[in-house]
């Protein structure tokens, strides 16, 4: 299995160094330009959040026109542990985008003379159970678009899926205060933050959605199409 995911990452290679390099801009631009810390925090937990999925689904196109599924199940792995590859790649991206940031936050701490307040261990795993959440749905989504016969079940399927994406991006911009549609101190804005300091709210259900996931591609009638 851990050489199906070497495999994955070294197939994307171009694709993952591409988004790596914007998101070492973003980190950048953010320690160097947001001055108010609640903004600057967000931000960067919103790029830590973004990249690996973008890195890790940014070819989906090409990864179905080359029939991935199809040649994966050929391998002398179950299902499950296709699928838990599947799941496990996104946050091993995860894992190299915060090594980025790490490196980012040691360069701009040494120019600034006041230091910079970044994200606390707490909020990036709330950040990497988001992100274990949204990538399981998505998978989800792909797995259960091959049960999907009806054009009313591909609309769920469809309407399932940004729910969640937009779901999953509200939060960042409800703290944010984008466009000042949010107010400052709310309720709502003090909840969302509460979160950083319990990341098993979002690791759990993260877990949970993962099995479920498993559990669908494990019940594929075919592979041929994806």
Known sequence: MWKLIQAELIHGKERILSFALIYFICIALSLTLVRWEQNRV???????????????????????????????????????????????LPLCLFVI????????????????????????????????????????????????????TKNYQRFCLQFFWWVM?????LPFYVVMNFAGWFGENTPLQNAIAGLGTRPHLLILPGIGVSLISLCVFARRNSYVAS
């Open 165 to 169: 994406y937009i779901g999953a991006l």
């Open 97 to 148: 985008m915060l090594g980025l940031y790490c490196v980012a936050r040691l360069i701009f701490e040494a120019m600034a003379p006041d230091g910079l307040r970044g994200p606390s261990a707490l909020q990036m795993f709330a950040v990497a159970g988001l992100l274990l959440l949204v990538s399981a749905s998505g998978l989800l989504y792909r797995d259960l678009k091959v049960f999907a």
């Open 42 to 88: 967000s931000s960067l937990l919103l790029f830590m959040f973004l990249m690996p999925l973008a890195a890790a689904y940014g070819g989906e196109k090409w990864r179905s026109e080359q029939r991935r599924d199809r040649l994966h199940v050929l391998l002398p792995l179950s299902p499950v542990q296709i699928g838990l590859s599947h799941l496990i």
